[in-house]
Structure formats: structure tokens, C-alpha cells
């Protein structure tokens, strides 16, 4: 089965402290993709990379950044944690793009900057 | 991007068939349409995909008409255990991303 890790379930952080989030995947998948989700607004795209060293902006990429220095790793980086930036991070991982392949999630962090 | 256009939410009796129909009036002619199912506190599951005409898997069936505009995701006998978010998306296969929109929660009761 394919497995998607992320390092914490649960994350309390104060304002202005820098927050990483990391995913790991056990596939060898090429696409790795970072997601926030609020209630009502579904599951956002912050930022996804489809190669080592390699990223593109999503929807909401603001006071995020990423990094993947390998290609089983991606973490999300934020710089200045505000209290807006509450919210579950989900990370997912998939084959190279095209029909039928679908994209593998991990359990979610649910983060609360306080 | 095509845009997806869902119900918000869905009510269901134990063993019924549930359809959740979702539009995607600018779907563009190498899209696929995808869905996915969330169940509280966990990430999104792949459920099915398709092009057009109808796809069957073990879980579920789609159906998506000749103009493509619009598809039904077809829930067999429904559980309990079928409660959740349900996803309709439109996957570009010239952009790697999915997009989401807010789902349809579908609540099953016995």
C-alpha cells in the first residue's frame, strides 16, 4: 500500500515562530503536493512539486514556501506563523500526471498558532 | 480550470442508492473527471474516474453524458459507513494539480 506520512497529527505553535511540516512518501511518486483545508472552502492547494528541487505555486502560496531536497520528502515552511494560518494540512503524493492516476494523502496536521 | 458545481450536502437512508450529480459546464476535451470521498479526520480517497459514457469500479459507478457537462456518481446501498464528503473534480492532464471544490456531505442514517 502506498503510504504517505506526516510527521504530526496535532501542532501548537505561537505567532511568529517558523512551523515545518513534513511529508514523506514510500512510492517513489514523482508530484508531491501541500493542501490546507477550512471548513467551507474545501481543500486548497498551497504549493506541489513535481521533482526534486523543483516547485510551483498553488492557489494560496502566500507566507508559505516549501522544500524537497529529496524525492520522497516535501515540507512546508511557515515563516512567520499567524493565526490565520490555523488550519489541517494535508499532504499527497502521485504518479506522473495523466488518466488514472490518482493522488495518495496522507492523515492530515491539524495546526493551531496561537 | 474547469469549475465543478455540487450540492452541499446530501441525506440518505441505509441501503439506498445515492446519486450526487455534479456540473463542469467548461470541461475541456483532454479532462478527466475524478472523485474522491473524505471521511472526517482523514485525507481524501480516490473513488473513481472516467472520460465519458460510464465507469464501474467495486465501490461505485460514474456516468458521465455525451456532452460531458455534467456527471452522476452513483452510490449502490449506501451504509453508515458511507458518510462523508464526496469530491467531484476535473483533472487536467496538462496540469499536474488537483483542485478541489467544497464537496458534497453526504449524511447516511439508519
Known amino acids: 500500500d502506498v503510504k504517505v506520512t506526516q510527521s504530526s497529527r496535532y501542532l501548537v505553535k505561537r505567532t511568529g515562530e517558523k512551523v515545518f511540516l513534513e511529508c514523506v512518501q514510500d512510492m517513489d511518486h514523482e508530484n508531491m503536493f501541500w493542501y490546507r483545508q477550512d471548513p467551507g472552502l474545501g481543500l486548497r492547494l498551497i504549493y506541489f512539486?513535481?521533482?526534486?528541487?523543483?516547485?510551483e505555486k498553488g492557489d494560496i502560496p502566500e507566507g508559505y514556501s516549501v522544500s524537497r531536497e529529496k524525492k520522497e520528502r516535501f515540507s512546508l515552511i511557515l515563516e512567520s506563523a499567524s493565526t490565520n494560518q490555523t488550519s489541517m494540512y494535508l499532504c499527497?503524493?502521485?504518479?506522473?500526471?495523466?488518466?488514472?492516476?490518482?493522488?495518495?494523502f496522507g492523515q492530515g496536521t491539524r495546526l493551531t498558532v496561537v | 480550470l474547469a469549475k465543478t458545481t455540487q450540492p452541499i450536502s446530501m441525506d440518505s437512508y441505509e441501503g439506498q442508492e445515492v446519486n450526487i450529480t455534479c456540473s463542469h459546464n467548461n470541461i475541456a476535451t483532454n479532462d478527466y473527471i475524478t472523485w474522491y470521498q473524505q471521511f472526517p479526520s482523514q485525507g481524501p480517497r480516490f473513488i473513481i474516474q472516467g472520460y465519458k459514457t460510464k465507469v464501474t469500479n467495486e465501490v461505485a459507478s460514474l456516468f458521465i453524458p455525451a456532452d460531458r457537462k455534467s456527471s452522476t456518481l452513483s452510490l449502490p446501498r449506501v451504509s453508515l459507513s458511507d458518510t462523508a464528503v464526496y469530491y467531484c473534480l476535473v483533472v487536467d492532464t496538462g496540469r499536474r494539480a488537483l483542485t478541489f471544490g467544497s464537496g458534497t456531505r453526504l449524511q447516511v442514517q439508519p
Open positions: 512539486s513535481y521533482d526534486v528541487k523543483m516547485k
Open positions: 499527497a503524493s502521485s504518479p506522473p500526471g495523466g488518466p488514472g492516476t490518482e493522488a495518495f
